[in-house]
């Protein structure tokens, strides 16, 4: 009887080293549910680099945008096969979707991977709306509330971060409109389709920056940052802080993968994640942006998602009147 134990145990060790050994088996799937050129494709991007150039994982990850509202690209991953070959990643945009009332699903409807790092948001307007500071821009939408449009990804992260921004002036409101990601909203900001918004710091250097230099052309003026201290890669560009505005808003970027998704794969991505941190490609990228490593997974990372959730829901649920 011992003896069968042991061969028991043995070969239940066996098996669980070739499950881990043989993921993946075919191409890994990572699900950006954004159009490209957004903070959260470039940073699927740079992993996707860092894992394919230094062979994290035996098979390739290919990166698939899926433009549109965000909740498509969640859902489609949300009921996928869970073959442990299909992730997303995503931000806190899950949590405020969920708590506006724009998705009917939430962060628990995945499987946590893994926290990468984070980034946090800038104000902007179109050039020619004469405003040159959130202050002005806030008097503009307390004198004539609803006038100023603001387009958003409506219940997302730039949404809640200009839910926000009303808070500091009592009076102001603004008109949302729905334009989607970085990427969409910053067209709609040059293009004049709307005359506020927000986006990843990542995103402002992309678009409003010629090297060291800011480009004249971009169509947009930036008001200020919402991190801890003034970004890098926008030296120019004063904090709320340094406003008199007690404002943080950075965004941690995780990833998640279907329920019921096998742990090596799990596992494995999570690894691979860990693994870009170290990377020359992963460090340019976030040096570049500006964004932090911020490494977590299993049990802390699912601790640290339902402390957020405790936070964010109670402001994400008043994008619901908007």
Not at 25 to 45: C, I, N, Q, S, Y
Not at 51 to 76: C, D, W, Y
Not at 280 to 292: P, R
């Amino acid at each position: 009887m011992k003896t069968l134990s042991v061969a028991a145990a043995a070969l239940s060790l066996v098996m669980a080293t070739n499950a881990v050994a043989d993921w993946p088996e075919k191409p890994v799937k990572l699900v950006v549910p954004f159009a490209a050129g957004g903070t959260t494709d470039l940073t699927a991007r740079a992993f996707q680099q860092a894992a394919n150039t230094e062979k994290l994982l035996s098979e390739p990850v290919s990166v698939v945008n899926i433009g549109g509202h965000f909740s498509m690209g969640l859902r489609q991953v949300k009921d996928a096969e869970p073959d442990g070959h299909t992730f997303t990643i995503m931000h806190v945009a899950l949590m405020t979707g969920q708590a506006s009332g724009m998705l009917d699903f939430g962060y628990k409807d995945f499987v946590p991977v893994a926290r990468m790092g984070a980034f946090c948001e800038v104000a902007a307007v179109r050039s020619d709306l004469g405003v040159k500071s959130v202050d002005e821009l806030l008097q503009k939408a307390a004198d004539k509330p609803d006038s100023v449009v603001a387009g958003v990804n409506l219940g997302a992260l730039n949404h809640t971060f200009m839910l926000m921004l009303e808070d500091l002036k009592p009076g102001a409101k603004f008109r949302f409109v729905q334009t989607g990601g970085d990427a969409k909203s910053y067209t709609a900001l040059a293009g004049k389709h709307t005359d506020a918004g927000a986006m990843a710091a990542g995103s402002a250097i992309s678009y409003t920056r010629s090297g060291d230099q800011m480009n004249p052309d971009s169509g947009i003026t930036l008001l200020a940052y919402s991190g801890p201290e003034r970004n890098p890669g926008l030296p120019e560009v004063p904090t709320l802080k340094e406003l008199g505005h007690d404002i943080e808003f950075c965004i941690d970027m995780w990833y998640f993968a279907p329920k019921g998704t096998p742990k090596a794969a799990i596992d494995g991505f999570a690894s691979a994640v860990k693994q870009s941190l170290d990377t020359e490609v992963v460090q340019k990228y976030f040096k570049s942006k500006a964004m932090v490593g911020s490494y977590l997974a299993g049990d802390a990372l699912a601790k640290n998602l339902d402390e957020q959730w405790v936070r964010i829901e109670p402001v994400a649920k008043r994008a619901k009147k908007k």
